[in-house]
């Protein structure tokens, strides 16, 4: 009989001692919790910005190309807009040249000249017959204007993307694509770890659990035999 009752007052103590193990573990379990859900929050969150952000780097490439053609394309039309605007220049010279002949053919000398009022013209204009008429003056003319119009669009074309690069730019800051997916991998890992090391506590305190309560279980069965 004293013997059975040494081993249910041992029994009991060690009952006893695991209840108190479990209740000081369970506390610190939850002050854990309570650290690790704030921290895995803010990984989750830094993980969704990241991962969010990887997209733009592709729109930038893509607008960069973009903006390139754009350039491209205006470098183009201000060279052609300036061959325009050369050739009409050189045909209204021509023309306003040949209109100086078409007024010396008429000249006499002693009458004034309708256009100085010189009695004299020693070196009159002569007519060449291979000047530009109205009509190409005019083409030539519309022909600049057309080219000037173009230039225009596609200066304001690319100042439209390059202004939408350079916003796109700006939102992601200064970090290159590589530094982002670096620091990415980090938190993923840094939170997977933590979650591991969760999920092995979790396991812990399932294991004391049990052993807690093989304990209480011997305690009353040696308590019924007695």
């Known amino acids: 009989e004293l013997f059975l009752d040494k081993h249910i007052m041992e029994n009991t103590v060690l009952l006893q001692n695991c209840e108190a ?17 704030p921290v895995e929050k803010q990984l989750t969150e830094q993980i969704a910005s990241l991962t969010a ?15 390139q053609k754009e350039r491209e394309k205006m470098e183009q039309c201000l060279v052609w807009c ?15 040249k040949e209109q100086a002949g078409i007024l010396a053919a008429d000249l ?11 009695l004299s013209h020693p070196k ?9 008429d109205q009509k190409k003056v005019e083409q030539a003319k519309k022909a600049r204007d057309k080219a000037e ?5 596609a200066y304001e074309a690319f100042q439209k993307i390059k202004g939408q690069l350079d916003a796109e730019k700006a939102q992601i800051g ?17 939170l ?22 093989t304990a209480k279980a011997k305690g009353t069965a040696r308590g019924a035999y007695s």
């Open 21 to 37: 193990e479990e209740t000081a573990l369970r506390k610190k379990a939850e002050e854990l919790c309570s650290q690790c859900v």
């Open 53 to 67: 952000l990887l997209p733009r780097y592709e729109r930038i490439r893509e607008m960069k190309t973009a903006c």
């Open 82 to 96: 300036r061959e325009k605007a050369e050739a009409y220049e050189e045909v209204y010279r021509q023309f306003f």
């Open 108 to 118: 006499e000398e002693g009458a004034p000249c309708p256009v100085c009022g010189s």
């Open 124 to 132: 009159k204009a002569v007519l060449s017959g291979k000047a530009p």
């Open 149 to 153: 119009k173009e230039r225009l669009e």
């Open 174 to 190: 200064e970090e290159k694509e590589e530094e982002v997916r670096q620091r990415l991998e980090a938190l993923e890992q840094e």
């Open 192 to 213: 997977e770890q933590r979650r591991g090391q969760a999920e092995a506590k979790g396991t812990r305190k399932a294991e004391r659990r049990r052993v807690t309560r």
